[in-house]
């Protein structure tokens, strides 16, 4: 996709690149990698997500990792998740690779910021990620990939290879017509702080996550 595409205008209904510009970026190891973003026309849910490709983002399946933002994580170094590492392993790997990140707007697993810093407070009193949720009035997992299947359809990708643990990515993308060819797993990236909320992850919602016995646990 060329930069030629800066603020076009889309020809149909379909979703559709509205911008693409240079994005130079400090990776954790200290290299520095180049990657164009984009941003789209027409997206279902109207909000600002946007892709990073690396490299020239061909072949028969590039590399993608769906990653959902995480304020605490990603900005601020949070060890009660996995975000932030999952995000720099993911950007290191594409450098490295090719490929695409599509960065959305799904704070908490979709039900917001303030909301997960209100679910954070009630982990504290005892609850798992998930029960938390639940006690807020919200779903374990309240994200749709809608837009992620629209963003890759827009960058002329059909068919991927998917770096997740989660099982739900690979089967809302295959549902709304993304084929994935494959399904590599990131790094497990766990803590004092996080090992509850991984341990969760992988009772209520299957990850692909192989955690350490921890004993008397």
Request: a negative charge; aromatic letters at 6%; proline letters at 4%.
């Given at each position: 996709?060329?930069p030629s595409?800066?603020?076009a205008v ?7 690149v509205r911008?693409?510009a ?6 954790a190891?200290?290299r520095?990698?180049?990657?164009t973003?984009?941003s789209f ?5 109207g ?14 399946a590039?590399l ?6 995480c304020?605490?994580?990603?900005v ?9 590492p ?17 960065y959305l ?9 303030y ?7 009630l982990?504290?009193?005892g ?9 807020l009035g ?5 994200r749709?990939?809608t ?6 359809r827009?960058?002329?990708v ?10 739900d990515?690979r089967a809302q993308?295959e ?7 494959e399904?590599?797993p ?12 991984l ?11 192989v955690?350490?016995v921890?004993e008397g646990?």
């Amino acid at each position: 996709m060329s930069p030629s595409c800066l603020q076009a205008v889309p020809a149909s209904n379909e979703p559709s690149v509205r911008t693409a510009a240079q994005l130079p970026i400090h990776l954790a190891d200290g290299r520095e990698a180049l990657a164009t973003i984009y941003s789209f026309h027409g997206l279902a849910d109207g909000k600002e997500h946007v892709a990073l490709r690396f490299g020239d983002g061909q072949g028969d399946a590039p590399l993608v990792r769906v990653h959902s933002e995480c304020m605490t994580g990603d900005v601020l170094g949070s060890a009660r998740c996995d975000c932030g590492p999952q995000l720099q392993e993911s950007l290191r790997r594409l450098h490295e690779e090719g490929g695409y990140l599509l960065y959305l707007r799904q704070e908490g697993r979709g039900i917001g910021l303030y909301a997960k810093l209100d679910a954070y407070r009630l982990q504290e009193q005892g609850h798992d990620t998930y029960a938390a949720n639940r006690a807020l009035g919200h779903g374990d997992d309240e994200r749709n990939y809608t837009v992620a299947a629209e963003m890759l359809r827009a960058l002329g990708v059909s068919r991927v290879t998917l770096l997740t643990n989660n099982p739900d990515k690979r089967a809302q993308l295959e549902a709304l017509g993304i084929e994935v060819a494959e399904a590599r797993p990131t790094g497990v990236f766990h803590g004092r702080h996080n090992l509850r909320y991984l341990e969760a992850k992988v009772r209520h919602t299957r990850h692909t996550l192989v955690l350490p016995v921890v004993e008397g646990g």
